[in-house]
Nanobody
Framework: QVQLVESGGGLVQPGRSLRLSCAAS????????MGWYRQAPGKERKLVAF???????DYADSVKGRFTISRDNAKNTLYLRMSSLKPEDTALYYC???????????WGQGAQVTVVS
């Protein structure tokens, strides 16, 4: 059974940092491309950062230079280091796993990040 469990969200002031984690189980994590997405209230879910099974990364323009995606295949865990947080970063953050050999996609349940003064 595939599971993705996000953690590390919370309430922070602008300019501060947070690190999200996504613990994966039920599949061969190292073979999957992984992504972080976010959804603000009333808005569509959007890609924040992406990392391939070969550790190539890509970022939304809005977070480049502030967010860093990484993975630890030994721990089956995906990370998102978020720095210089802004109120517009407030959203529910989801991790996503993409199968390398099928159209299957898996989502976590989300972690709330709220940036307020």
């Amino acid at each position: 059974q595939v599971q993705l469990v996000e953690s590390g969200g919370g309430l922070v002031q602008p300019g501060r940092s947070l690190r999200l984690s996504c613990a994966a189980s039920g599949f061969t994590f190292s073979r999957y491309d992984m992504g972080w997405y976010r959804q603000a209230p009333g808005k569509e879910r959007k890609l924040v950062a992406f990392i391939t099974s070969r550790n190539s990364t890509d970022y939304a323009d809005s977070v480049k230079g502030r967010f860093t995606i990484s993975r630890d295949n030994a721990k089956n865990t995906l990370y998102l280091r978020m720095s210089s947080l802004k109120p517009e970063d407030t959203a529910l953050y989801y991790c996503k796993a993409l199968s390398p050999n099928s159209p299957n996609v898996y989502w976590g349940q989300g972690a709330q990040v709220t940036v307020v003064s």
